[in-house]
């Protein structure tokens, strides 16, 4: 499999206990009905390796995404027109642009933060994820957080 990340839509019977457990800790920190990721572990019953090894790759699905907040961070090579091209693909899916923070480039490389809001219109997500982490010089795309 190549570096681009795959996104799938599942049931939550088809999902990993333990996953279920990460995504009710992360909700109960967010929510701050618990102060540390010690005692969110502990309520839900997982280690804290468990957690930090899941927290980024799982997120509760909500039928309506409209309204939706994404943060996204990028590792990009320093090349003419990429931040143009990825600028582009969000804005071809009707994406809104709220934010966008890019690092001074080191040794080849900045960091991109982008706020991203949906819209009604706004197309598949996980398609302008994938087509985003899928353009030569952007080395990986992830969700920091969704509000």
């Known amino acids: 499999m190549s570096g681009t990340a795959k996104y799938y839509v599942v049931t939550q019977k088809a999902v990993p206990d333990v996953l279920l457990r990460v995504v009710e800790a992360k909700r109960l920190l967010e929510s701050e009905k618990v102060p540390t990721v010690q005692e969110a572990v502990d309520a839900v019953g997982i280690s804290r390796s468990s957690f930090y090894k899941y927290k980024d790759d799982i997120f509760q699905f909500h039928d309506n995404a409209q309204g939706t907040t994404l943060t996204l961070t990028f590792q990009m090579e320093d090349e003419p027109g990429l931040l143009s091209e990825v600028l582009k693909t969000i804005a071809e899916y009707h994406a809104n ?13 900045a960091s991109l933060s982008l706020s991203v809001q949906i819209l009604q219109d706004t197309g598949d997500v996980s398609g302008m994820l994938g087509q985003l982490e899928g353009k030569k010089g952007v080395h990986h795309v992830k969700i920091l957080a969704r509000e």
């Open 97 to 109: 642009i709220l934010t966008i923070h890019q690092s001074i480039p080191i040794n080849g490389l």
